[in-house]
């Protein structure tokens, strides 16, 4: 594979918290299709990398190169812009909007008419908000919550929310997806449902960064895994050789946790 298929380089990220230093010098290079996972015990840094990466917090130092082109995280939506899209740890909805309305919000990045043009209502907008909206239900359709497009998201259960996230995650068209903790707070069937659809996501040429605390998703979906402890990175490699880590299988058990 050559650098071309590189499409997150991260390099040497370090930010400090007062006298706690939450990233130490830590690295990482998704390639094309990849789904990467970003693990570790609870405070170890993952939530800050995210945050980081995505424009929220600013590090101490460290470089960035996004589809090859050096980027620099700043506010929000200059990160979708750029080519990054992210989900919440707690989810981020427009409550009281359609589930299908959510999902335009994501796509007008991507859009030209622009305010005036909503404002002043010319066919161009009229034709583009035509297009958003076809696109938005497609992308309902794919993540599996179509039939709820007139929903307001906040009726939507909590597994469908996660998916209408993911949906208007996808509108931005990323070069990136960045998914904080999916698959917090489903049960079982959800989560078998949620693994399916980010494996569908990747079959379908995206690239994908995962945090998430449940281990058994991320050895089972994952190319591979980064894992932070005390915000360095103990280990890197493919599921099968990070969890023989020493450090690792350490790292959660130190930390009342089981790696299984
Ligand atoms: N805004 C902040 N101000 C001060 N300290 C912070 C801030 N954000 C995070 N921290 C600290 O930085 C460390 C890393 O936290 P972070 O949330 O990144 O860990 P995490 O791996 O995401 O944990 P969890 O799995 O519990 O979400 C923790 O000790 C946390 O208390």
New binding site residues.
Partial sequence: MSTTDIVLNVSGVSKR?GG?Q?LSDVGIQIRAGQVYGLI?P???????FFNVLTGLYTPDSGSFALGGEPYTPQAVHQVAKAGIARTFQNIRLFADMTALENVMVGRHIRTQSGLLGAVLRTPGFKAEEAAIAKRAQELLDYVGIGRYAEYKARTLSYGDQRRLEIARALATDPKLIALDEPAAGMNATEKVVLRELIDRIRNDGRTILLIE?DVKLVMGLCDRVTV?DYGKQIAEGTPAEVQRNEKVIEAYLGAGHAAH
Avoid at 42 to 48: E, P, R
């Fill in positions: 918290f706690l939450a570790g609870n405070g170890a840094g993952k939530t800050t605390h932070l």
